[in-house]
């Protein structure tokens, strides 16, 4: 592939995993390069009781004060499904109650590659490729409990405060030792090339030193 450049990265797409979906449910897709506080003033604007100012009557059901949505739809393919995790845990913490079921599954990419030169007779080539995509329903309304992925209002946080007990209960390992007494290697006497400690006076002197 080093006569090969890449041109462009196609998603093919992929029908949503949750049946029987309202039709005015409104589906965030998160890109690789979207920007978080672009997702979530468009989110939030679905989801919250009072809209922006910035956004036309049509988009705004009858009356101030009315929820807008019931229901929202958060995506995420390869690189994005991180993003589209942090999104939602944004909205559930603004918007608290929500209901949240998740789905796994694989999205086919069409990785287009272009030759560097088109006068070398190459054709061009197009790749595919399974990537993981993500998939987050957020309800204001009670879901089937029994489907897998599914995940009660606060049931994070209160998983995350019982995990924050158990690690303070769970006594530290690899703490260092405290300082005290002598080392091992403190109890010799001299240091590397010192032999013993010289003798002053004559030898067989018992004479005591002055002042004793």
């Known amino acids: 592939m080093e006569n090969y450049r890449k041109a462009n990265t196609?998603?093919?797409?992929?029908?949503?995993?949750?049946?029987?979906l309202p039709s005015d449910t409104p589906e965030v897709r998160v890109k690789y390069g979207s920007k978080i506080r672009n997702l979530m003033r468009f989110a939030l604007s679905r989801m919250e009781k009072t809209a922006p100012a910035d956004h036309d009557a049509s988009e705004v059901s009858s009356g101030t004060g009315d929820i807008l949505c019931r229901q929202i739809v958060f995506t995420g393919v390869g690189p994005s499904v991180a993003?589209?995790?942090?999104?939602?845990?944004?909205?559930?913490?603004?918007?608290?109650?929500?209901?949240?079921l998740t789905k796994l599954t694989y999205s086919t990419v069409q990785d287009v590659w272009e030759p560097l030169e088109p006068g070398a007779g190459l054709d061009s080539l197009t790749v595919s490729r399974n990537a993981p995509s993500?998939?987050?329903?957020?309800?204001?309304?009670?879901?089937?409990?029994?489907?897998?992925?599914?995940?009660?209002?606060?049931?994070?946080?209160?998983?995350?405060?019982?995990?924050?007990?158990?690690?303070?209960?769970?006594p530290r390992h690899g703490q260092?030792?405290?300082?005290?007494?002598?080392?091992?290697?403190?109890?010799?006497?001299?240091?590397?090339?010192?032999?013993?400690?010289?003798?002053?006076?004559?030898?067989?002197?018992?004479?005591k030193p002055p002042g004793h």
């Open 83 to 100: 993003k589209a995790i942090t999104c939602v845990e944004i909205m559930k913490r603004r918007i608290h109650g929500l209901h949240q």
């Open 134 to 170: 993500i998939w987050i329903l957020l309800s204001r309304d009670s879901l089937d409990k029994n489907q897998p992925g599914y995940q009660a209002p606060g049931s994070f946080d209160a998983l995350w405060i019982q995990a924050l007990k158990e690690e303070a209960a769970t």
């Open 10 to 20: 196609i998603e093919q797409p992929c029908p949503c995993p949750f049946p029987d």
């Open 176 to 207: 260092r030792r405290k300082r005290g007494g002598t080392g091992t290697g403190r109890a010799e006497v001299g240091g590397r090339g010192k032999g013993p400690r010289k003798q002053t006076g004559w030898p067989g002197d018992t004479r």
